[in-house]
């Protein structure tokens, strides 16, 4: 259970096209999924929280006109990357987060394989 | 401040314990995680610990936990080369809804 799938794997698109990513939970209901950028061998930047029927929050220096965010369903977000340019090529990983049981019950994140743009 | 540090790079025989170190500066983490990422794929998680915990043993894992230094480690008993990956400790902070900060990940090698 609990298995994030991401769509597409890897896409290249060319300078100032849109390009749309998609984040399912498959085996159950996310009121919240998260949206993560990640560089070459650096560690994952959160960029975004999606909320299922309400606006995105981003966080600071994250420009929101640029990586727009929807969270349709309790089961898709997705993440257009607008106007993509060279420098927004990357790996981008989304996550959902999940009520787990256990002795001690808390909301857990469950990661998709991730999504690699490159932009030419 | 949410920094949380990780040593680069570390390189172990086949059979070795590997021992990944992990520090961080907010006091006020609830729980700490440890993730594996493999080339090109996303982030699974091996293990956590709750943040009153001292250790926690998980077949070949052991995590430590270290509050006063704000120190957290991985022990990997038996290292396999399928063991050969990046992995991330993050931490959840007390009233962030959930957030995850992630360490700097340090890619562990295993050699025969």
């Known amino acids: 259970g609990a298995v994030v799938s991401q769509h597409p794997s890897r896409v290249i698109c060319k300078s100032g096209t849109s390009v749309k990513i998609e984040c399912r939970s498959l085996?159950?209901?996310?009121?919240?999924m998260f949206w993560y950028r990640q560089f070459p061998k650096k560690s994952l930047m959160l960029m975004a929280t999606?909320?299922?029927?309400?606006?995105?929050?981003?966080e600071q220096g994250v420009e929101k006109d640029k990586f727009l965010i929807n969270h349709a369903s309790l089961t898709l977000s997705t993440l257009t990357v607008t106007s993509a340019h060279p420098e927004d090529s990357s790996f981008y990983i989304c996550?959902?987060?999940?009520?787990?049981?256990?002795?001690?019950?808390?909301?857990?994140?469950?990661f998709g394989p991730g999504t690699r743009l490159t932009v030419t | 401040g949410e920094d949380v540090e990780q040593s680069l790079f570390l390189s172990v025989r086949e059979g070795d314990s590997s021992v990944i170190n992990c520090t961080y500066t907010d006091s006020s983490s609830t729980y700490l995680y440890w993730y594996k990422q493999e080339p090109g794929a996303g982030l699974q998680l091996l293990t956590y610990i709750f943040s009153n915990m001292d250790m926690k043993q998980d077949q070949r894992l052991t995590v430590l936990l270290n509050k006063k230094d704000k120190h957290l480690s991985l022990r990997i008993a038996d290292t396999q080369t399928g063991d050969s990956a990046i992995y991330f400790c993050a931490e959840k902070i007390t009233g962030t809804a959930s957030k995850l900060t992630f360490g700097t990940g340090t890619r562990l090698q295993v050699t025969l």
């Open positions: 996550s959902a987060l999940l009520l787990a049981g256990g002795p001690i019950s808390s909301y857990e994140q469950y």
């Open positions: 999606s909320n299922e029927g309400s606006k995105a929050t981003y």
């Open positions: 085996d159950f209901q996310a009121t919240t």
